[in-house]
């Protein structure tokens, strides 16, 4: 019987605030929630803000979180640095101090010494020259962490880029929320059957990582030891492994542009469907707010400018722009809005599920992914989102039933671009109307924490898992009206929150388009439809036995989440610790055995091909 790969644990942080146990979601429809839900999520954003308890005010909280004008925490976007090429013509002289001149010393340079510290420089040719200068940002709206928290604060950081930092932090309130401790996982199944897919899909671009390595000697500064193996894609996966878990699983990344996190889940799942691994963290974190991320998707066209956005509100240049209305996915729109976040789910085959009582907050169905064909342009949309929108509807016909697939609704990838508005909404338009699906909801949570790249589709992931939680399905608010080019024969574009009863949704789509043809679509099975899959497999008397342990996995939930809002936890960072060498370990022809593990790592392998 093929696995299935049921959702136990999700942690993070992004625009929205903490991943786990809904705040991030619930800050996205906060005013449907009630007091007291909404009053702990404010808590809980203020404590990540470095609020103390007489600085709560809610409203003041609440702007520091979501898409917003951009702050100075990363870099000041009035007064980005850069240089300006100029010439010094033949016959010019400069006074250069001594330890700045360099060798090999250039042909056309008379150099002689000025005073004890400065040579003097003659010019017999025309010279160029790097003036710094600076100028300011022309998009000034981001998807940004919470005003205030400041990952790197909460333990030895040592100079890691953002987006191991923000790993570190997301993996750590993935396993810490899980409501049971990791040693029970490493009892439960073999080293060999972890497995963590992470990365990003840019890299580590910030000055401690690539970005540093690549600009430092144009700076006249050094490139440090770390720089370079930092800055690796897949090092959020590393870090997890070596100092959270301390794995020796399987690990890695898959990269896709904007739709990466569905192919980290994809991997995951068949991971899980297959027998070869029974639990996976899968996540991705990406730190992009970097001046030159800005400058190269502004270059593109494909950010939401100033001047572009003050255009579609006729606005002066002197009136006050809305940069938290940035990102207008399906209505009229300019580009999209770049984001920061990190966001991990912990998934697990359904036998260990029930053996752990675990939460389950849903299934993963299936995911599609598929290229585009032949293109005109990179960037340009192709084939391969039709076929992974028809193929995941398919395969929850063919699970839930035709009644089951209308009651579904779609994560959009919704990014606020002109181009997406017209060619993601006839995918949908086209699929829903094949599939017989009058008014198939739409909604897309990036008009609220802007587009996170590699991350994008773990924060619709968040936000659905909320859904069925608390039954509201977080509607496009920062829209008015949906653009004349949007196909919407079949569908219903969500632009108010959508209140839903929490088991009326069966199904949610996960949408993502990305960068060169990278297309996957996710089809996510609600808890409660998983709950009767699980109940037709285990039987009645299975699920009795994981209700009572799961009573306890959520009172350690609520005990983990109190002490997040309390500012007592820390994340999980395991430098140096436990450190095992070859000869720790024992094994002979059928097994091998690492202290720590309960059970052995199988090596009474048969043949594959037999």
């Known amino acids: 019987m093929v696995k299935l790969p049921v959702i136990i644990g999700m942690g993070g942080i992004g625009p929205a605030g903490r991943t786990s146990c809904h705040h991030a979601y619930r800050r996205m429809v906060i005013e449907k929630l009630s007091a007291a839900d909404a009053e702990t999520t404010t808590r809980a954003l203020a404590q990540l803000m470095g609020k103390s308890d007489n600085e709560t005010d809610s409203e003041q ?26 010439g010094a013509n033949e016959g010019s002289s400069l006074l250069v101090n001594k330890k700045r001149v360099g060798s090999p010393i250039p042909a056309h340079w008379d150099v002689s010494e000025h005073d004890t510290t400065s040579m003097r420089i003659d010019l017999k040719d025309s010279q160029p020259l790097l003036v710094p200068i600076t100028r300011r940002s022309t998009v000034n709206s981001a998807g940004q962490l919470p005003s205030g928290f400041d990952p790197s604060s909460l333990y030895q950081s040592r100079n890691h880029p953002r987006g191991l930092q923000m790993s570190l932090y997301g993996a750590s309130d993935a396993i810490s929320s899980l409501g049971f401790d990791w040693e029970r996982v490493k009892q439960s199944v073999a080293p060999d059957q972890i497995a963590v897919y992470a990365g990003s899909g840019m890299a580590q671009l910030d000055y401690n990582g690539v970005g540093g390595m690549m600009q430092a000697r144009l700076l006249g500064k050094r490139v440090t030891s770390k720089q370079c193996p930092l800055g690796f894609a897949e090092m959020p996966a590393d870090f997890i492994n070596a100092y959270v878990l301390g794995s020796v699983g399987a690990t890695g990344t898959n990269m896709g542009a904007c739709a990466t996190f569905l192919y980290n889940l994809n991997q995951g799942m068949e991971d899980i469907r297959s027998g070869r691994r029974r639990i996976v963290l899968v996540g991705n974190s990406e730190a992009p707010l970097v001046p030159e991320v800005f400058e190269g998707y502004s270059t593109m066209g494909a950010l939401a400018s100033d001047d572009e956005l003050r255009a579609l509100d006729g606005l002066s240049p002197e009136e006050v722009l809305n940069h938290r209305r940035a990102c207008r996915p399906f209505s009229g729109n300019c580009g999209f809005t770049l984001a920061e976040s990190a966001q991990f789910f912990v998934i697990c085959d359904d036998e260990l599920a029930l053996e752990l009582g675990a939460n389950i907050y849903g299934s993963v169905a299936d995911i599609f992914v598929n290229a585009d064909g032949v293109k005109k342009s990179i960037s340009g949309p192709g084939l391969g989102n ?29 990014t606020g671009t002109p181009q997406n508005r017209i060619t993601e909404s006839h995918i949908l338009n086209e699929a829903a109307r094949v599939f017989g699906i009058q008014g198939l909801p739409v909604t897309a949570i990036k008009s609220y924490v802007g587009h996170s790249i590699a991350a994008a589709a773990g924060d619709q992931l968040a936000a659905t898992l909320g859904t069925w939680q608390y039954g509201v399905i977080p509607g496009i608010t920062t829209i008015d009206h949906l ?24 199904v ?3 949408n993502s388009k990305g960068f060169g043809g990278n297309n996957a679509t996710g089809a996510i ?5 998983t709950r009767d899959i699980l109940l037709k497999r285990h039987g009645k008397e299975a699920m009795t036995n994981y209700q009572k342990l799961n009573e306890q996995t959520q009172e350690r939930q609520a005990d983990y989440d109190a002490a997040c809002i309390k500012g007592e936890t820390r994340p999980i960072y395991r430098f140096g610790e436990g450190v095992l060498g070859g000869e720790d370990i024992e094994f002979n022809r059928k097994e091998l055995r690492i202290p720590g593990y309960a059970k052995p790592v199988d090596l009474d392998l048969g043949n594959p091909y037999e």
Do not use: C
């Not at 099975?525 to 439809?529: G, I, N, R, W």
């Open 483 to 506: 653009a004349d080019d949007v196909y919407k024969d079949q569908l219903r574009f969500l632009m108010q929150h959508e209140e839903v009863n929490a088991e009326a949704m069966d």
């Open 508 to 510: 949610a789509f996960l």
């Open 61 to 86: 909280i609440l702007r520091g979180t979501l898409v917003r004008k951009l702050e100075n925490n990363l870099f000041d976007p009035d007064s980005i640095p850069l240089h300006k090429a100029f």
């Open 525 to 529: 099975l609600a808890p409660h439809v």
């Open 386 to 414: 039709y076929i992974t929108v028809a193929k995941a509807m398919a395969v929850v016909r063919s699970i839930v039933g035709d009644k089951g697939l209308k009651r579904s609704f779609v994560q959009a990838h919704g």
